[in-house]
Protein backbone atom coordinates (compact mmCIF):
# COMPACT_ATOMS: atom_id res chain seq x y z
CA UNK A 1 0.00 0.00 0.00
CA UNK A 2 1.62 3.01 -0.81
CA UNK A 3 1.79 5.72 1.83
CA UNK A 4 2.54 9.82 0.96
CA UNK A 5 3.74 12.07 3.77
CA UNK A 6 4.62 15.48 3.13
CA UNK A 7 7.05 17.82 4.52
CA UNK A 8 8.79 21.41 4.38
CA UNK A 9 5.72 23.76 4.52
CA UNK A 10 6.33 27.00 6.46
CA UNK A 11 5.47 30.75 5.97
CA UNK A 12 8.17 32.86 3.91
CA UNK A 13 8.15 36.65 3.00
CA UNK A 14 6.67 36.93 -1.00
CA UNK A 15 9.75 36.25 -2.81
CA UNK A 16 11.10 34.38 -1.16
CA UNK A 17 11.87 29.74 -1.48
CA UNK A 18 10.42 27.08 0.20
CA UNK A 19 11.22 23.13 -0.59
CA UNK A 20 8.47 21.22 -0.12
CA UNK A 21 9.44 16.92 0.16
CA UNK A 22 6.94 13.80 -0.16
CA UNK A 23 8.15 10.88 1.41
CA UNK A 24 6.85 8.37 -0.06
CA UNK A 25 6.53 4.17 1.54
CA UNK A 26 5.22 0.82 -0.26
CA UNK A 27 7.05 1.95 -3.74
CA UNK A 28 9.68 3.62 -5.38
CA UNK A 29 9.45 6.65 -7.09
CA UNK A 30 11.22 5.80 -9.87
CA UNK A 31 7.99 3.60 -10.91
CA UNK A 32 5.47 6.37 -10.19
CA UNK A 33 3.98 9.12 -12.02
CA UNK A 34 3.37 11.69 -8.92
CA UNK A 35 1.79 15.16 -8.87
CA UNK A 36 1.83 18.16 -6.25
CA UNK A 37 -1.75 19.38 -5.77
CA UNK A 38 -2.60 22.80 -3.60
CA UNK A 39 -5.83 23.86 -2.42
CA UNK A 40 -5.77 27.98 -1.42
CA UNK A 41 -8.20 29.40 1.15
CA UNK A 42 -12.16 29.33 0.12
CA UNK A 43 -10.83 27.85 -3.59
CA UNK A 44 -11.00 24.38 -5.00
CA UNK A 45 -8.01 22.17 -5.46
CA UNK A 46 -5.87 22.69 -8.09
CA UNK A 47 -3.09 20.39 -10.10
CA UNK A 48 0.52 22.01 -9.42
CA UNK A 49 2.63 20.36 -11.08
CA UNK A 50 3.13 16.65 -12.27
CA UNK A 51 6.06 14.37 -13.15
CA UNK A 52 6.17 11.07 -15.09
CA UNK A 53 8.32 7.35 -14.91
CA UNK A 54 10.19 8.94 -17.16
CA UNK A 55 10.59 12.61 -15.74
CA UNK A 56 8.38 14.31 -18.00
CA UNK A 57 7.01 17.08 -16.06
CA UNK A 58 3.93 19.63 -16.26
CA UNK A 59 3.05 22.75 -14.50
CA UNK A 60 0.12 24.70 -13.90
CA UNK A 61 0.46 28.36 -16.13
CA UNK A 62 0.49 30.12 -12.58
CA UNK A 63 3.90 28.43 -11.32
CA UNK A 64 5.78 27.55 -14.80
CA UNK A 65 8.88 29.45 -14.00
CA UNK A 66 9.24 29.33 -10.64
CA UNK A 67 8.34 25.72 -9.49
CA UNK A 68 10.11 22.73 -9.73
CA UNK A 69 8.87 19.20 -9.67
CA UNK A 70 11.31 16.65 -8.96
CA UNK A 71 12.26 13.00 -7.48
CA UNK A 72 14.94 11.51 -5.79
CA UNK A 73 15.15 7.48 -6.57
CA UNK A 74 17.51 7.10 -3.81
CA UNK A 75 15.58 8.92 -0.46
CA UNK A 76 12.46 7.69 -2.61
CA UNK A 77 11.41 10.97 -2.10
CA UNK A 78 8.96 14.04 -4.36
CA UNK A 79 10.42 17.20 -4.21
CA UNK A 80 8.54 20.68 -4.88
CA UNK A 81 10.92 23.80 -5.53
CA UNK A 82 9.03 26.49 -5.20
CA UNK A 83 10.91 30.02 -6.12
CA UNK A 84 9.56 34.15 -6.66
CA UNK A 85 6.51 33.14 -3.92
CA UNK A 86 4.08 34.98 -3.91
CA UNK A 87 0.71 35.96 -1.51
CA UNK A 88 -1.32 33.64 -4.05
CA UNK A 89 1.25 30.06 -3.55
CA UNK A 90 -1.01 30.39 -0.48
CA UNK A 91 -2.43 27.08 0.36
CA UNK A 92 -2.37 23.83 1.27
CA UNK A 93 -0.05 21.58 -0.34
CA UNK A 94 -0.79 17.60 -1.42
CA UNK A 95 1.11 15.12 -3.19
CA UNK A 96 -0.60 12.43 -5.04
CA UNK A 97 -0.48 9.33 -7.68
CA UNK A 98 -0.92 7.72 -9.39
CA UNK A 99 -1.54 10.33 -12.43
CA UNK A 100 -4.83 10.78 -13.57
CA UNK A 101 -6.48 8.80 -10.89
CA UNK A 102 -5.05 9.92 -8.06
CA UNK A 103 -6.51 8.14 -5.25
CA UNK A 104 -3.92 7.86 -3.10
CA UNK A 105 -3.08 11.27 -0.99
CA UNK A 106 -0.87 12.74 1.92
CA UNK A 107 -1.82 14.82 4.57
CA UNK A 108 -0.51 17.97 3.01
CA UNK A 109 1.42 20.58 4.48
CA UNK A 110 0.67 24.21 4.76
CA UNK A 111 2.29 27.14 2.61
CA UNK A 112 2.01 31.04 3.93
CA UNK A 113 2.96 33.91 2.05
CA UNK A 114 3.11 37.34 3.32
CA UNK A 115 3.52 40.16 0.98
Known amino acids: QVQLVESGGGSVQAGGSLRLSCAVS????????LGWFRRPPGKEREEVATITTEDYTTYADSVKGRFTISKDNAKNTLYLRMDSLKPEDTAMYYCASPCGSWYTWGQGTQVTISS
Open 26 to 33: GSAVGWMC
